[in-house]
């Protein structure tokens, strides 16, 4: 686009805002004459008027109200595009406040938060755990953690994790009361049950060479936590579907041995951690490093 075409469509937008060549020129720092001159060239350019001029008023033509409408959009992008380079030149700095569930925000985001600090010095990070979905807008917060089985159609979100379920229980249990070799060996067990699965007839899902088999199980401990289910396997209180990045270790460890590994568990929504916040036309500089970390280390989110 020619700088001439540019400039007089700018002029254009402050004689339209204005409705006045007087006023517009004040503003641009130009003479009436000049604003005229440009104003008119640039009908010429497009072969159409875009104004009515009388001696006491300015109005637009419906040309003239189209290109306005265009102008508004395009400087609005504009100036999305250099908010968006500054932010490239300047590193993020500030508060950010991330809510999570308990497992979420003590397995999964907790070991990741050391490095994104050293990352990002100038960030401090403030993170609440809860059960509670929390209204990010009425409780100040920035971003949540959350399952994909919460994320609003609504809302912006980043997949940032993926969740691998794993059916465990410690050696001890397992010494008492035998490995289940099969899914419906598990109704003969003690199970540590989620909250929600609670609700209903507790049934845990598995599938293995295209075979979907529910499984029936009895919860002698329900929990709304995924911790408190960890602390009770480990502890020998039965067998228990916990997230793969809460329990791997103490798989690796020994404390925990992982069951019915050839079957796949399935039935579950809650397979992708998302990092969340409500739409907005631009995105805080402390929330796009965290969501980046956080996606730099999970590369399979």
Known sequence: MQIDLIENLLIFTRVAETRSITRAAARLGLSKAAVSVRLKALERELALQLVNRSTRSLTLTDAGERLLDGMDRMLADAEETLAGL???????????????????????????????????????????????????????????????NIV??????????????????????????????????????RCLIYGWQALHEPTWSFARAGLQVPAPVKGALKANNGEILLQAALAGGGIAMLSGFSCDRHIASGALVALLADWTIEGSDAETIYAVRPWSPRVPRTVKAFVGYLQAQRPGA
């Open 86 to 148: 500054r932010d490239l030149a300047v590193e993020p700095k500030g508060r950010l406040r991330v809510t999570a569930s308990i497992g979420v925000g003590v397995s999964f985001a907790a070991p990741l938060i050391p490095g994104f600090l050293d990352r990002y010095p100038d960030i401090e990070l403030d993170l609440s755990t809860s059960q509670d979905i929390a209204d990010l807008a009425a409780q100040g917060f920035d971003l949540a953690l959350r399952f994909a």
């Open 152 to 189: 609003r159609g609504t809302d912006m979100a980043w997949p940032v994790g993926r969740v691998d379920w794993r059916l465990v229980a410690s050696p001890a249990y397992l010494a008492r009361r035998g490995h289940p070799r099969e899914p419906a060996d598990l109704a003969s067990h």
